[in-house]
């Protein structure tokens, strides 16, 4: 079974702009939950969807967004970029999303913002 | 707001060697704890789990022990070997957070010949 799968790997924007990654959870999988990993910070919760609904979110501004389509793929978006923006975005994969099952990541998306 | 602090930052092991990391938490609701190993370029991969009913789960080396009144909780590596070189987390999830997991600050263990 395929693993998840994060585009692109690597991004570099500048301050101002938008940004859109995806995952790709393993098949099958319903719940799809995003985090941000900085040095400063650690890792963080961004959010998760499970059947196209967020169900959780975490302490992050309104300029980061997602979505999570019909086939459980999912999008999140970051618009007005921050220098601060900069990290590695995991994003990672459950069955039903219950709490002791066990969540999948992928590589991460890496941001930079210049 | 860190809600669950773990110590070391670092930790270096010789071969053969104990590795322990530990872990406290504030919120009472949490009521699940995983450990995830991180390597370098991968994402975070579940290591092993406990529920606070129960005060120390094992599996091959590694071992989790629970203190429930303390609200602290540890991982040990027995007999460390280079291959455990990577950064661990602790994290805690609660049963009305689905699948939010809040997360430790890390610990770089390396794992010296």
């Known amino acids: 079974k395929a693993g998840v799968t994060q585009t692109p790997r690597y991004l570099i924007k500048t301050r101002g702009q938008q940004v859109t990654l995806s995952c790709s959870p393993i098949?099958?999988?319903?719940?799809v939950s995003w985090y941000q990993q900085t040095p400063g910070q650690g890792l963080q919760f961004l959010f998760e969807y499970f059947s196209e609904t967020q169900r959780n979110k975490g302490n992050f501004p309104g300029r980061f967004s997602g979505r999570q389509f019909s086939n459980s793929r999912s999008e999140m978006n970051v618009s007005t970029l921050e220098l601060g923006d900069s990290a590695l975005y995991l994003c990672a994969s459950s069955l039903a999303g219950q709490v002791q099952e066990t969540q999948y990541f992928g590589p991460g998306t890496r941001l930079l913002v210049l | 707001q860190q809600q669950v602090k773990q110590s070391p930052q670092s930790l270096i092991v010789q071969k053969g060697g104990i590795s322990i990391i530990n872990c406290a938490y504030e919120n009472t609701a949490f009521d699940y704890f995983p450990w995830y190993q991180q390597f370098p370029g991968k994402g975070p991969a579940l290591l092993i789990a406990?529920?606070?009913?129960?005060s120390e789960k094992k599996e091959g080396r590694f071992t989790i022990s629970f203190n429930k009144s303390a609200k602290q909780f540890s991982l040990h590596i027995m007999d460390s070997q280079p291959g455990d070189s990577a950064t661990y987390f602790c994290a805690a999830k609660n049963s009305g957070g689905y699948q939010k997991v809040t997360f430790g600050t890390g610990t770089k263990l390396q794992v010296i010949p």
């Open positions: 406990i529920r606070p009913d129960v």
């Open positions: 098949s099958g999988h319903r719940s």
